[in-house]
């Protein structure tokens, strides 16, 4: 004879949390946890990976969504940067050798910006400097006098060839466009008839002297731009000394400062000789530098981490391509996209450069190539300032190409368990990139001490999304709600964010009350109106039920059919209803046809779950031989998907119903999944399918016939509802907890389903007697047809 | 009282554009007539008759063959444009102007045409002075032969300003013909006179204010220690005028100087005083020690010589 079911008194269907148990008024007495509770393997896991050095020990931390990771994350990472020294400071500078590429500057952390004000100082020095210097009489006088020796060396050279030309009494004429040499006589050119009737040795010893007056001239004149271009020189020295003493003491003063730093120095030894080469660029009016210049000597602070503490902790909320890697900025003008040093803006990874950066999973990989780009970024352990369009060439404009900065970042992914595993599974480069795992529990175990540490957490939350403190009852109540939504009356739910939501709304009830602190009466009227929020659709279904729309009776005795238990869950929302499930037998081959695998509504589970259930129909009652059974399964008015094995004793005891032609009673209900050995197993969900019949029933009346069937292996994930307890503590409503099927049936039918003896064979009158019996009927009566089969091959009937 | 006489020797080149336009505001506030002169060098003309002339160009210093058609075309042209240039000037405002034609010795067909001309204004810089801001021949020798107030015009000279690099920044950023700026780019430089002796100081200060009431500009005197300004009713009366405005400028005695550079002090002044004309007497060469002809020459700015009055 099978064990008795256990019916379950009021006490065993929910574990209180006794206010007077907790050491406190009210939350605000307590400090926050140390650490956040039962999250003991993530936090081992963070500390191992931010400890250990490089070699894509990356983290991604993986649990429930609104199991409080990134809260958790952040804390701790904020808490181990604090150990750690800022790291430097970056900024590009003007490259002079090569525009398109700016420099990068490495600068301890509270240099860079000491070192911009120094520049933009200095580039403030050289507005006033420069113009003083080149405005100053020195320059001028100078100039002058370099003009003056230039001027009278071209003078002195012609003026020599025009004495001897005198001398020779040749006359040297200006014209518009240089000069003409002819024989002069008596203070005037002689004409070419005087000069004609010269005798002929004196015409050419004039023509003579000529040529060769001709070729000195030409030799001077020749000579002056060499002499120009010696002056241009001389000048162009001239203004680079001007230059130097125009800024030299400023840069040397600069440099002086910044000699612990080679790359400062050099940079300024470059802003010495750019400001050099350009001395001819100078404003015309005003001897200053152009801007355009000026601003060549500043530096582009793309990190400061002046004032830092620690190393960063940076997280980024839209982990774009550009948001990761930094950016070039361009400007607009005169129809072109233009671009300089100073308009690089940093990415992510360069703030985090040197400390870490925080990432959710899921939005990184919702970004066009920004996941590659990370990758990317962590393989080459630096960081390229590349925009995509320049990375597949879609189009292309005036562009930068900064030197990539060295990256030394620790990222941690956030994400859930799914996402973890498909990456892990698909995504070759993960493994080797985000080699630890930080694993979030979804539940703690609910003991003593936990409850005092979660008591700390809520004070936490309340503290840091500033509400009032919650009293004692308020925390008790809490407590249950998060067993409750563990599922479990031993666990507490470890996620943060559906308490915060709930507090936040308790807090709001309390605000309209005027209370001080937040009551346990909050805590349950913000449950209650959570619930009545989202409970539109289970109202729906409930109505659809009690007009019998949707056919579920909960009185009488119906062959074959039976109310099984299914959990909805909607927008975070879940329900439980009944479903009627149906059975037919009839003679056949051993055949169990699952009608929603049929219509392709059911899953694999289920499907998985009916086969079992056929082998243990077979093996409990045709041990030794075949199951001469044609059955089928349905959920009558389920019009959905149907999944899962929670129906499976709800499947059978329709099926034995079915089958020995014994009634079931309506007013119970069944949940749970069974082995092939007819062992009943827990399922989930199993307080919202408890409340979602008792509703049904309630609302039609109880009258103490009324109950549900569960697997005793769910006893521990009892947090029932008020109204549910009480009924069973007024003996109105039952919770019966079984081992095996046959408790079950025995339950349902009111039959003994009796224990097989040594030949196999049932009492008489027992249930399983009947299934067996009517099992042989079914065999003879497939053993009839087959033998006619066999006399008849062709399938031909006598007649 | 006859109508004054402002003579200007013009050709064809922007410089002389710049002095015709000088010449005309100073007629046309003296109420007088301009008389353009061109003088065709005869020199030039028995140079180009001989077949072995050449013309060595003074950029490349490379000749090439220089006859009367050359000559006689280059003329031509030049004729053209002085005729152009003095019809555009009487186009708005009245002028009486002529322009005398002469062939012959330059200088001497400039003193033949000045000695009726209460002004005679011409380029500091003639052909024959070469490279550089030298004073031209013809200026010299008019200086040097005394007579009427001389107005010695110069382009005013960027570079000895800005030397430093605008060439090439000009050029790189308006293409490298780039015309010479007009001299009153700097409208409120100040006409400056040097009132350097008692004996010609009135003179200075009367074509001082002449030039100032014609330019629109302020003036700046700089008078040696020692002349009493009192003795000047022409300064008196101007200053209680106050109009044009006026500054008066005590300045030391230069020492004696042994080169032939101009006085640094003298210089600096004219600089910082931007000065847009400078007017002085012929007898200023004497008081600082140098040729006037050199003294002249190194004035960065156009040049009023005013002659002494008869003792």
Sequence with gaps: ?799 | MTAPHVLVLIDASPASRMALASAARLARQQHGELIALFVEDQDLHASAGHPFTREISRLSGESRPFDRETLLTRLAQQRHQIEAMLSELDRDTPLRWHLEVVAGPVFESVRAAAETADWVVLGKAGWSAGHGARLGSVARRLLESGGNRLFLWQAIDHESHRWRGSEQRLSRLRGPSRPTAPPSADQQAAVVGLLLSQRTAEAVVQTAEIIATVTDRPCHLFLLTGIDPATLPSLTAWRQAGDPPLIVELIEAAPERHDSSVDPALFRNLQQTAASVVVLSDDAGAVLGRPLTDLIADIPAPVIRVPSPPA
Aim: glycine share 8%; hydrophobic share 40%.
């Design chain 1, 1 to 799: 004879m099978a064990d008795a079911p256990t019916r379950l008194d009021a006490d065993q269907l929910y574990r209180p949390c006794h206010p007077g148990s907790l050491p406190f008024e009210t939350t605000a007495e307590l400090e926050p946890p140390s650490a956040p509770p039962g999250q003991e393997r993530a936090l081992e896991a963070l500390s191992f990976g931010t400890e250990i050095g490089d070699g894509g020990f990356n983290l991604y931390a993986l649990g429930a969504t609104g199991s409080g990771k990134y809260a958790v994350v952040r804390d701790f990472l904020e808490g181990r940067a604090r150990r750690d020294a800022p790291p430097p400071s970056w900024a590009y500078v003007y490259n002079f050798d090569d525009p398109d590429k700016p420099r990068l500057l490495k600068l301890p952390a509270r240099a860079g910006r000491d070192l911009q004000a120094d520049l933009e100082h200095l580039v403030d020095e050289f507005r006033t400097a420069i113009p003083a210097v080149f405005e100053s009489d020195e320059y001028h006088n100078r100039i002058q006098e370099l003009r003056e020796t230039y001027k009278r060396r071209q003078h002195e050279a012609i003026a020599a060839i025009s004495k001897e030309a005198e001398e020779r009494h040749v006359a040297m004429v200006s014209t518009p466009n240089g000069f003409t040499l002819g024989p002069y006589r008596d203070g005037k050119i002689l004409d070419p008839e005087a000069f004609g009737k010269l005798p002929e040795e004196e015409q050419k010893a004039w023509q003579a002297a000529i040529d060769e007056l001709e070729a000195k001239l030409k030799q001077v004149l020749q000579q002056i731009p060499k002499w120009q271009k010696e002056a241009g020189e001389r000048l162009q020295a001239l203004n680079e000394e001007m230059m130097r003493v125009a800024v030299g003491q400023q840069l040397q003063a600069l440099e002086d400062r910044w000699a612990h730093l080679l790359d400062v120095t050099r940079f300024l030894g470059a802003i010495r000789d750019d400001l050099i080469s350009h001395v001819n660029d100078l404003e015309d009016d005003s001897s200053t530098v152009p801007e355009e210049i000026l601003n060549q000597y500043q530096i582009n602070l793309i990190v400061d981490n002046a004032e830092l503490h620690g190393a960063p902790v940076i997280y980024e909320d839209l982990p774009t391509h550009a948001r990761l890697i930094g950016r070039i900025e361009h400007y607009f003008r005169e129809g072109a996209l233009l671009t300089d040093f100073r308009l690089i803006r940093a990415g992510a990874l360069h703030r985090a450069n040197g400390g870490y950066l925080i990432l959710h999973a899921r939005q990184i990989l919702m970004q066009p190539f920004a996941w590659e780009t990370l990758k990317r970024a962590i393989y080459g352990k630096q960081v390229r300032i590349e925009s995509l369009e320049q990375l597949y060439a879609v189009f292309t404009t005036i562009t930068l190409e900064p030197d990539p900065i060295p990256l030394d970042v620790k990222v941690v992914l956030i994400g859930d368990r799914l996402l973890y595993y498909l990456l892990a599974e698909y995504d070759p480069d993960f493994a080797k990139l985000f080699k630890v795992q930080a694993d979030f529990e979804d539940t703690l175990p609910r003991q003593a001490e936990n409850e005092l540490d979660y008591a700390r957490t809520l004070a936490a939350i309340a503290r840091r999304d500033r509400l009032r403190p919650l009293d004692r009852g308020a925390v008790a109540r809490s407590i249950e709600h998060a067993s409750r939504l563990a599922d479990d009356r031993d666990k507490l739910a470890a996620g943060t964010r559906p308490l915060a939501d709930l507090l936040a709304e308790a807090n709001y009830l309390a605000g309209a009350s005027h209370a001080e602190h937040i009551g346990a009466h909050h805590v349950e009227a913000a449950i209650r109106a959570q619930e009545r929020r989202a409970e539109r659709l289970r109202e729906r279904a409930v109505e659809a039920i009690l007009r019998g729309t949707l056919n579920v009776p909960t009185q009488g005795e119906r062959i074959g059919a039976i109310n099984g238990l299914a959990v909805s869950e909607l927008g975070g929302f879940r329900f439980g209803l009944p479903t009627r499930i149906t059975a037919t037998a009839r003679p056949g081959r051993g055949q169990v046809v699952d009608i929603e695998r049929e219509a392709k509504l059911g899953g694999n589970i289920h499907a998985k779950a009916v086969m079992i259930l056929s082998r243990y129909l077979g093996s409990r009652y045709a041990p030794d031989g075949e199951l001469s059974l044609s059955a089928s399964l349905a959920f009558e008015q389920m019009y959905g998907s149907v999944d899962g094995d929670s129906a499976s004793v709800a499947e059978v005891a329709a099926l034995v119903s079915a089958i020995a032609r014994a009634p079931i009673r309506q007013s119970l209900a069944v949940t749970g999944s069974i082995n092939q050995l007819g062992e009943v197993q827990a399922i989930g969900g199993v307080n919202e399918k408890i409340e979602g019949f008792f509703r049904i029933c309630r609302d039609r009346g109880l009258d103490g016939s009324h109950g549900v069937i569960i697997p005793a292996s769910n006893r521990p994930h009892l947090m029932l509802d008020q109204a549910v307890r009480s009924a069973v503590g007024a003996g109105r409503f039952a919770i019966h907890a079984v081992d095996r099927v046959d408790q079950a049936l025995a339950l349902l039918t009111g039959l003994e389903p009796g224990e097989a003896d040594a030949n196999g064979a049932f009492p008489a009158d027992s249930l399983n007697r009947r299934v067996t019996d009517r099992l042989a009927r079914f065999a003879r009566a497939t053993r009839h047809d087959r033998d006619h089969e066999h006399r008849d091959p062709d399938g031909a009937g006598p007649g």
